[in-house]
């Protein structure tokens, strides 16, 4: 098991690239399954979440061939039957993309129920709500979904809340079926328009995307292409954090502008200095970190995959901050380990509450899932003295070389393996 072993209160300097976005990644690599030729997809970020979808893709007869570190060759035309097995699905969330793709191509799916970051409860119906529409029939056995449709046909689709897989879902399973698909109350993510516009170049017909309503012309046949996926929204808003919480002066570079304006907003509240370049942003100390209120919200809100590194950020502001985040149930997980390292925070129902304290303390602490995780890197950096990170396989899971770009921008931080006795001991005399 690894562990990240940071010495923090070093100040952060220079750049770092921000790689593909993992949550557009997912559901474009599960997307090829709809392609009727290989495609090649740049600016793929090397994490484990892909790793899986590739296995995923590769367990049902794809061929993925490497071209680069993150440009990758993907042919599916090998695929004939449809089902993802449970070992595979169950460890991550998007694996429910499956359905979407798999139900668009051979009018049937079986795949596991997906697992993910444990955030609570994550339901599916609004998924099924969308299969239903298209005219597929459902079943749960074993903990496995079942989709089965004669054919697929456009209809309304309107979901009773706000989901991002939904959505997407939506997408892939409408883009192949018969006649005029329209998605009701859809999300607007980045990464929504992203799948939107990877179908669109393989020739589907998407309007909307970006917008509520998103309108799906079905088209019998979708080419390969090569496409680059955006940069990713949230290992973006975590290096702006990052540097804020160490009061750095760094440059953020492969971003895009628009999809961090809610991040941008909130750090200038909190007194934070962002300069905005056209692919780049500049994060610099502007005087003493004040106290704010937010509130997490679907795109163009403030983004729940940021909740946990703002609150951090909050934790080192000047009052009493509160951060309220109830899309899921579970997303607080963070707090018990900021309070070891001497943040003054507590869970109040779907809130936190944050009475700012002068500097966090190095301890021992474990990552409880993905963004939770990303939040305690950054509460280390900012920390005086050690804090030793444990389960960081959650974090690997969403950012690339996370450890490397930290130790490019100055950082103390090191990967160790925690059954490696020496190399800790290692690490240890560096400091
Ligand atoms: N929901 C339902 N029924 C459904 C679908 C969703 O009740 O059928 C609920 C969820 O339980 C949640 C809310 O709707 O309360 C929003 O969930 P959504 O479907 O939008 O989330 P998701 O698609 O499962 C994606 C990202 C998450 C991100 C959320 C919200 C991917 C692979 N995951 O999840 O990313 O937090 O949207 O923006 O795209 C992360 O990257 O750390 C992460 C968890």
Known sequence: MEKYVIHGGKKLEGEVTISGAK???????????????????????????????????RSMGAEIKLLNKNKVRID???????????????????????????????????????????????????????FHALGAEDSIENGEVHLNAESLIGNLIYFDINSVGATINAMLASVKADGYTVIENAAREPHVVDVANFL????????????????????KKLKGVEYSIIPD????????????????????????PKHLESITAALR????????????????????????SIKTMPHPG??????????????????????TDDIFDNRFRYVSEL??????????DKAVIIQGVEKLKGAPVMAPDLRAGAALVIAGLAAEGTTEIGDTHFIERGYENIVEKLQKLGADIQRVDKEDPEECVAVKKQA
């Not at 090649?40 to 893709?57: G, R, Y």
């Not at 403030?302 to 951060?323: K, R, Y």
């Open 23 to 57: 949550n557009a990644a997912v559901a474009i690599v599960a997307a090829t399954i709809l392609s009727d030729g290989p495609c090649i997809l740049d600016n793929c970020p090397q994490i484990s979440d892909i790793t899986f979808c590739m296995k995923i893709l």
């Open 76 to 130: 599916t035309s090998g695929i004939v039957v449809p089902k993802v097995p449970y070992e595979m699905a169950r460890v991550m969330r998007a694996s429910s993309y499956f359905l979407g793709t798999l139900l668009g191509r051979f009018h049937e799916a079986h795949v596991a129920l997906p697992g993910g970051c444990d955030l609570g409860d994550r339901p599916i119906d609004q998924h099924l709500k969308a």
């Open 200 to 219: 669109n170049s393989m020739g589907a017909d998407i309007m909307g995307a970006g917008t509520d309503t998103i309108k799906v012309r079905g088209v």
């Open 233 to 256: 929204q949230i290992e973006a808003g975590t290096f702006m954090v990052a540097a804020a919480a160490t009061h750095s002066d760094i440059m953020i570079k492969n971003v895009i």
């Open 269 to 292: 509240k909190i007194g934070v200095g962002v300069e905005e370049f056209d692919e780049a942003v500049r994060i610099y100390p502007c005087g003493e970190l004040k106290r704010t």
């Open 302 to 323: 403030f983004p729940t995959d940021m909740q946990p590194q703002i609150s951090t950020l909050l934790t080192l502001a000047h009052g009493a901050s509160v951060v």
């Open 339 to 348: 309070r070891r390292m001497g943040a003054d925070i507590v869970v109040n």
